[in-house]
């Protein structure tokens, strides 16, 4: 902790952090000051007035500075002109603060009494009923009768849609401005805000489509009233019949920690289902924030079009078998094929998954032929080195520290880093971008290098020689800011594959792995490198060894598999892909090089339906399980639903496939997986069981609880922090890594990049109809000067690779000259060369 | 005595430049140019002009709260001259305007701003226009822009509208509306002197505040400390208006002159209005406490009023003669502060609205005893926690009333009483 100061509150003496507020300060020694507009994560406005107290400080002699006592030898207090607002004043020492004498808690009462005359008290149909902080509080601090009369209401719109995803009720509302704080001072979506004054004060949204933001569902977990609602949990269900479920993103690199909200209801016919998803507090990772597409994403879990049974190919076509005839034909067909099969998988499956399958394939088949199916990114052997420290913390970037983003939109591939590194910049931390194009971090940026198409490694490479030069640098570009780099005590380095294929990134992580062992910014906290991953467990299947050449702990193989493109290319006797769709995603022709296929997923996608076995797996929300964030921080989540038909676990289903094939008894529980195979065959996992990974510890700002005042939400971490493991460059040196030369896409004419979108059309969130409209619509951005004719809102013909997309033109001054972006189109690697035509 | 502050009472066409300088003006300026800017700050102190937007807060102490040294500070002139029954800096603006923005200029100097706003009230967008006539002759006489008075002081000045809203009136809210945000105040610290306009150190004063300060460059802190009283010094507009015989601005002494002088007397407003009695005044406008007969020997400063529980204010003086009806009056007012409440703090934006609809209710013959204990209550228990002055004040109409005119409530609500149930 850093300065501490001495308070007296009602009594109890404290020593607290520096800085802190009044209502914070006293929260820490169990007095609860009440706040309705207040928010730890919020700059204070003081404008509820629910949390005025007395504030006084020790009285001294204006000439002399000695201490005024009273008649008893006490220094006497100066307790001001009247009641301060205990949520803007800070803490100072030897301030003396009182929260119960009558004047406050008169205080209280009145303004408890104002807020609920002009609340329409539907207490009894409201979302929030039963979380609701102005319902604790009226229980609290209420007189439970008023003079006002109850036809004087105002009254006003109760279903005001604020966009797709949130609905407003008016006359709920208490007029705090959270959510417009929060979108201001927060997430930098100044989308919201107050219209017209006094009593008909209310909140509208400036943007179209409207409450256009990643962030919005989060202003309905501080709302303190039900006056924000998201139309996905709206009228959904009573607070106190939902069971809270720990548990971890399915999107995105980041991890974010939440709570499912689950239910057992008639209209689904029994079933238990989740009503809504709410962030879990974890200072480390997301804080007490998620970004929408985790809110909203999740229906494909209990979709109608999920897999419910095992199917077999039988005269041409696929049929419904039993798991016992499904299992027995792929254990002969793989055991058959030995070291001829090959195993693919994706990387959204629990690292118990992916462990299994891999031990599956290397011992039980005998291949290593084992790969990422859908590999964008690489450099996991690099990140495993000189990933960032133990114990790293965005949210503790600085001033004086640096953050390095490159090659990647961080907005759109991981909102929770995009926040976090914003915020990082907004505490005076430098932060220096390298695109091909401006992104949404660049407002934030102390520097924003934009780099040609195929020019990002030598850019790189400029930037390391820079580095390794700072002391000879000289003005202006890249070596100025290579040598604004050195400059900073820590540096944390993000990648990311915009523009470019999963081998120049794997160039790019070891030059950038380079230059932060220059100044030995490696193997400790808030230094290193991180990879923006695609999805939501990239990292663990690189740690539990997905890959032709290393296995479990990036162990290097003597005899290296093929790859998946070599899969691809020279096909295989039998194939086994585990959640993941090359044919649908473009990156298999076919399965006409395939002697057997099975395919093992939620759904039947496009390979599926070319499989000779399909197998139904379960999705996350129904077992549990572990994912490995981008910052290698390993997090447990749990079993919230009940399987869907007769689906089954990814390494349940492997189990019984080892059985058949002679292996031992399947396990019984994924923690025993963990236990038994990862900790056993994974060394950086050694340390870690399910128990370690569920440990907790009291986080600050202190936001869930039992407080009366912050409730409504699930923001209490029960279940754990997770635990990261430790790279090898926190136990010893490591070398400066070769850098391969690999073939750079370069183009003649215009180069054309597929870039990311958070809210992408794929098999997940196309189950999300909440986020139909959002979902990033196929487009081609374009500069002016290659328009050619072109203008926005032109359809074009994209043809590339002997294939031809038709797409909406945009020339919107987004797309740097010479460089087309598409938009909302399947991932391509790379920088194409693609002709674009009007009509 | 000739005016100070109203001088074009006394010189014609004062509005224009050449007019204005040939009668001494910008000699304050030059003055100013020629001292360190501490010495101009220690001047002000001495001659001790107290705010005339109503608080009284000695200008120079506000200049002295700016923190020293380079970087940007401004200057912003406070025309939202909006509590009812003012008109006075409309006038100053209109008929002496390059006084005020001499006024600014060495207020600017004073503190090393080089940027002056003049905050326009929304509704008094013709006269702002006029204005601009004068700034753009003080650029092309030399007076604002590079160099000024080729003193290397350089300083500019804009007019900036708001969107009409009494609340603007108040500081921070005059400068969340200039920096293009709603008009609402903040919790203050920050206190404007720390982070005021676009979050750098600023002076907000009163146009008629800088209007004071060329005479004092001019005519020494002495001369100005000698007007007026021990506490209040120099002169004071007074905006009189009601039920007068002749309303007006009017440039007074201070504490040379009672509030019945400024009623009857010949130079002033010459009587109430029809010959009619006096019931009562609000020494300053809406948000001050009402007054009664006993009060008109209360004198026109700062302290004048204290012995009978009221204060001067901006001096905004709405007289009500005997057939005024006193509910009516605090409804009237009421409705104001009603209306133009931002709605930031619960107690104001909900308060302000009960005691309306209660007024309301009174007024037109619903009302119950139980209603006007409720007005008391409801007014009482917004005291003391509202964020800013608006709503802390909005409870004198009905205070005021209840407390010398409480038996108009009470008949208002028997003659219901008297209406038997059906």
Request: charged share 25%.
């Amino acid at each position: 902790m850093s300065e501490t100061v001495n308070i007296i509150v009602d009594g109890i003496e404290a020593e607290v952090p520096k800085g802190l507020t009044v209502v914070d300060a006293a929260k820490m020694v169990a007095v609860d000051i009440p706040v309705f507009c207040h928010h730890p994560k919020l700059e204070p406005v003081g404008m509820c007035r629910m949390c005025l107290v007395d504030i006084g400080m020790p009285m001294f002699d204006r000439e002399t500075r000695e201490p005024v006592m009273d008649d008893d030898g006490n220094q006497q207090i100066n307790w001001g002109r009247g009641m301060q607002t205990g949520c803007t004043v800070r803490v100072a020492d030897g301030m003396h603060v009182r929260t119960t004498t009558d004047h406050v808690i008169e205080a209280r009462n009145t303004v408890i009494e104002f807020l609920l005359t002009s609340h329409p008290l539907d207490c009894p149909i409201c979302d929030k009923g039963g979380e609701c902080p102005l319902q604790n509080l009226t229980m609290e601090h209420g007189l439970g009768d008023t003079a006002f009369p109850f036809e004087d209401k105002m009254h006003n719109d109760k279903h005001v849609p604020l966009g797709d995803l949130i609905a407003l009720d008016r006359e709920r509302c208490i007029q705090c401005a959270r959510c417009v704080r929060f979108q201001d001072e927060v997430v930098d979506d100044p989308v919201l805000g107050f219209h017209n004054r006094g009593r008909k004060l209310e909140i509208i949204t400036y943007s179209d489509p409207g409450f256009d933001s990643y962030w919005s569902g989060n202003t309905t977990d501080i709302c303190p009233v039900g006056a924000l609602t998201t139309n996905d949990f709206r009228f959904g269900a009573r607070p106190w019949e939902l069971k809270p479920v720990a548990s971890i993103s399915p999107h995105g690199p980041e991890g974010e920690n939440i709570t499912m909200s689950t239910r057992q209801e008639a209209k689904s016919g029994g079933r238990v289902v989740i009503k809504r998803i709410m962030p879990r507090q974890n200072e480390q990772v997301n804080e007490i924030w998620i970004s929408d597409r985790t809110r909203f994403g999740h229906h494909f879990a209990d979709a109608d079009d999920r897999l419910m049974t095992p199917m077999v190919r039988k005269d041409g076509v696929l049929q419904e078998s039993s798991w016992e005839e499904a299992l027995s034909l792929v254990a002969t067909k793989l055991k058959d094929a030995g070291a001829n099969a090959a195993g693919l998988t994706g990387d959204r499956m629990s690292n118990e998954d992916l462990f299994a399958f891999q031990s599956l394939m290397r011992k039980t088949v005998g291949t290593n032929n084992i790969d990422l199916a859908n590999a964008r990114i690489g450099g996991a052997e690099v990140t495993a080195k000189v990933g960032v420290g133990t114990g790293t913390n965005l949210g503790e970037m600085g001033a004086g520290d640096a953050i390095i983003v490159f090659a990647s939109d961080l907005h759109e591939e991981a909102p929770i880093w995009w926040l976090r590194v914003k915020q990082a910049a907004q505490r005076g931390t430098k932060v220096f971008t390298f695109n091909l194009r401006e992104t949404r971090l660049d407002t934030h940026t102390t520097e924003t290098v934009l780099y040609k198409p195929g020019d990002a490694l030598d850019t790189a490479r400029a930037l390391l020689n820079g580095v390794k030069m700072a002391d000879s640098a000289g003005d202006g570009g890249i070596a100025a800011v290579a040598k604004a780099i050195t400059e900073a005590e820590n540096i944390i380095a993000f990648y990311g594959y915009e523009g470019l294929t999963a081998d120049e990134t794997g160039s790019l992580s070891r030059i950038l792995g380079n230059m932060l062992l220059v100044n030995g910014n490696v193997g400790r906290v808030n230094n290193g490198l991180i990879a923006v991953w695609p999805h939501n467990n990239t990292q663990g299947a690189y740690d539990m060894g997905i890959n032709p050449a290393f296995g479990p702990g990036y162990k290097e193989i003597a005899v290296v598999g093929k790859s998946a493109s070599d899969i691809y290319t020279e096909g295989s006797e039998a194939l086994y892909i585990m959640g993941s769709d090359p044919i649908g995603d473009g990156i298999m022709s076919g399965r006409d090089k395939i002697g057997f296929l099975v395919v093992q997923d939620l759904f039947l996608n496009a390979t599926a339906e070319l499989a000779d076995v399909v197998l139904p797996a379960q999705s996350w929300a129904e077992r549990d399980g572990t994912f490995t964030n981008g910052e290698r921080r390993v997090q447990r989540y749990y079993p919230a639903i009940a399987p869907m038909g007769k689906s089954k676990a990814d390494w349940q289903i492997i189990g019984m496939l080892e059985e058949k094939m002679g292996g031992g008894k399947p396990k019984f529980a994924a923690s025993l997986v963990f236990k038994k195979a990862i900790a056993a065959g994974v060394p950086q996992y050694k340390l870690m069981d399910y128990r370690s990974l569920a440990q907790v510890e009291k986080q600050y700002p202190d936001v869930g609880g039992e407080d009366l005042y912050y409730g409504g939400t699930s923001y209490d971490n029960k279940h754990g922090l997770g635990q990261q493991w430790a790279t090898a460059a926190e136990s010893g040196e490591v070398e400066a890594f070769d850098i391969p030369e690999v073939k750079t896409s370069k183009v003649s004419g215009i180069a054309t990049v597929r870039t990311a979108a958070l809210y992408t059309n794929g098999s997940l969130l196309q189950h999300s109809e909440l986020l139909e409209t959002r979902m990033a619509q196929p487009r081609i951005m374009i500069n002016e000067d290659d328009a050619n004719g072109i203008s926005t809102g032109d359809e074009v013909q994209v043809r590339a690779n002997g294939e031809t997309m038709m797409l909406t033109a945009y020339v919107n001054g987004v797309a740097p000259q010479g460089v087309a972006l598409l938009n909302g189109v399947p991932h391509i690697a790379g920088v194409i060369d693609a002709e674009i035509i009007k009509g | 005595m000739a005016h100070v502050i109203f001088r074009h009472r006394d010189v014609e066409n004062i509005k224009e430049l050449d007019v204005y300088v040939a009668n001494g003006g910008y000699e304050g300026l030059k003055k100013a140019l020629s001292m360190t800017p501490e010495e101009v700050v220690n001047e002000i102190k001495a001659a001790g002009i107290r705010g005339r937007g109503g608080a009284g807060f000695p200008a120079g102490i506000k200049w002295s709260f700016m923190p020293k040294g380079d970087g940007q500070k401004y200057i912003v002139i406070n025309n939202d001259e909006s509590e009812t029954g003012t008109f006075k800096d409309r006038e100053i603006l209109e008929e002496n305007p390059h006084q005020v923005i001499e006024g600014a200029l060495i207020a600017a100097y004073a503190v090393g701003a080089d940027m002056v706003y003049c905050y326009w009230r929304g509704e008094y967008m013709d006269a702002a226009y006029a204005a601009e006539k004068a700034i753009k002759d003080a650029y092309a006489g030399g007076y604002l822009g590079k160099d000024i008075l080729g003193s290397g002081f350089d300083c500019d000045y804009h007019n900036h509208f708001g969107a009409g809203a009494y609340i603007c009136g108040e500081e921070t809210a005059l400068l969340n509306s200039l920096m293009g945000n709603l008009g609402q105040p903040w919790s203050k610290p920050p206190f404007p002197a720390q982070a005021g306009a676009y979050h750098k150190p600023t002076v907000v004063n009163n146009v008629e505040t800088l209007a004071n300060v060329p005479p004092v460059m001019v005519n020494g802190a002495d001369w100005y400390a000698n007007l007026g009283t021990d506490q209040s010094n120099g002169v004071k507009i007074v905006c009189m208006s009601g039920h007068v015989a002749r309303p007006g601005n009017y440039e007074v002494e201070m504490g040379k002159v009672t509030y019945r002088e400024l009623i009857y007397g010949d130079e002033y407003c010459q009587g109430m209005r029809d010959g009619k009695g006096f019931k009562a005044l609000l020494p300053s406008g809406g948000s001050g406490p009402v007054v009664l007969p006993d009060a008109l020997d209360g004198n026109v400063s700062f302290e004048g009023l204290n012995a009978y529980g009221s204060m001067m204010g901006s001096a905004s003086v709405i007289v009500m003669d005997e057939d005024t009806d006193m509910v009516w009056a605090a409804l009237k007012m009421t409705h104001f502060f009603k209306h133009e409440s931002c709605g930031k703090c619960t107690p104001c934006r909900e308060g302000t609205f009960w005691l309306e609809k209660t007024l309301h209710r009174i007024m037109e013959g619903h009302g119950t005893e139980d209603d006007i204990n409720t007005l008391d209550r409801v007014a009482h228990s917004m005291q003391g926690k509202c964020l800013c002055a608006l709503g802390e004040f909005a409870v004198s109409p009905v205070i005021g009333t209840l407390k010398h005119f409480r038996e108009e409530y009470v008949s208002k609500v028997r003659q219901l009483e008297a209406v038997p149930a059906d």
